[in-house]
Every structure is written in C-alpha cells, then in structure tokens.
C-alpha cells in the first residue's frame, strides 16, 4: 500500500528556519511527482513546491519562490522541503502528496500524508 508520510515540522521563530521531510513507502518514486502543499487555519489547501522524479522538474509558485526548496532522495524515497526566513504567515499544516506530474490538481493526487503542523511565531 502506497504511504506517505511527513515529519519535522514545530514551533519556529520569525526568521527561523525548518526542513520539513516526506518519506514515501509502497511505490516506485521514479514514476511519480511529489508537491508539498500547506493549509492555514480557515483557508483552502495550496501548493509550494513540486518536483517529478521521473524528469527532476521543479516547480514553485511565486509565494514560494526564494524561500523554499524542495529537493528529492530516491534511493530513500524521500522529499525534502528547506524552508527559510519563515514568516508567522507560513504557520500552517504541511502535506505531501503524491500524483503524476507537476501539472494536476489537488484532485489529481494519488495518495497524500497526514500532514506535519509548522508554527511560525512573532
């Protein structure tokens, strides 16, 4: 059974960094593209980054762009997510998912994590 599942996220002070993980078990990673996405508190679920591991394409929305990296281990089935100069407006659950390319919808996701909480203080 395909899983995924994140971990490192916490409580952060504005400024501070975080590296969040999402270890994938029960598929090949080569064929699949993996997105972080974060959810805040009374706002729907968005994307920050995605990479493809079956062509190392990456891609980040402009929100995104300078402050986050995501970068991937395929021999552990892992994606990682660098996050830097954290701002309490980042505060939210982080998840993971799963899909085909860089290029679907959060309804196109095959399979997501349960998410890591990230806190970003004042």
């Known amino acids: 059974q395909a899983q995924l599942v994140e971990s490192g996220g916490g409580l952060v002070q504005s400024g501070g960094s975080l590296r969040l993980s999402c270890v994938g078990s029960g598929f090949t990673p080569d064929y699949f593209a993996i997105s972080w996405f974060r959810q805040a508190p009374g706002k729907e679920r968005d994307v920050v980054a995605c990479i493809d591991n079956n062509d190392g394409e990456i891609i980040y929305p402009d929100t995104a762009k300078g402050r986050f990296t995501i970068s991937s281990d395929k021999a552990r089935n892992t994606v990682y997510l660098e996050m830097k100069n954290l701002e309490p407006e980042d505060t939210a659950i982080y998840y993971c998912?799963?899909?085909?390319?860089?290029?679907?919808?959060?309804?196109?996701?095959?399979?997501w994590g349960q998410g890591t909480p990230v806190t970003v203080s004042s």
């Open positions: 998912g799963a899909d085909q390319s860089c290029w679907g919808t959060q309804a196109t996701v095959d399979f």
